[in-house]
């Protein structure tokens, strides 16, 4: 597995919309792997295609529960909101505290194409929302309050 550049704030990729996935070949596989080699080498524990400069609605996540590889993820239902601190790997040293749903449940494909359903709460539900709105182009510091350099390792997400 090889590490791939994650793309910086001020890289245009980062505000377009991603594409769906039409076909989920070995291309693909090794794209996902690839981005999780670089989430872990980050250290993070979400990553989006388009951080990596690919325009398809793919993302890696991990919170320490076990590798989660999602292909067109929707989100499903949702419910709560909750403020907590967030950060990019997209935008090093910056956090912010960022109101998202306390639970939600997504559809999407695995990297063999299976229909699969995931259901988060607490970091997950976060992590979830935040690497899904990295497909439509927007970042936490559109939905951000009180932004600020971070400490330690804050800026996991």
Do not use: W
């Amino acid at each position: 597995m090889g590490n791939i550049s994650i793309r910086l704030y001020g890289d245009p990729v980062l505000r377009q919309t991603a594409q769906p996935v039409k076909k989920i070949d070995a291309k693909l596989r090794r794209l996902l792997k690839d981005m999780a080699a670089s989430m872990y080498a980050a250290p993070g524990v979400g990553l989006a295609a388009p951080q990596v400069g690919v325009l398809q609605r793919a993302v890696v996540i991990d919170v320490g529960e076990g590798l989660l590889t999602l292909i067109n993820p929707e989100i499903t239902y949702s419910e709560g909101e909750e403020m907590g601190v967030e950060g990019c790997l997209s935008l090093p040293g910056l956090v912010g505290d960022v109101s998202r749903s306390t639970k939600v449940i997504v559809k999407a494909l695995d990297a063999q194409g299976k229909e699969q359903e995931i259901s988060g709460e607490g970091l997950l539900a976060r992590a979830l929302q935040h690497e899904l709105d990295h497909l439509d182009g927007i970042l936490f510091i559109d939905k951000a309050q009180n932004l600020r350099p971070s400490e330690s390792d804050e800026d996991r997400g």
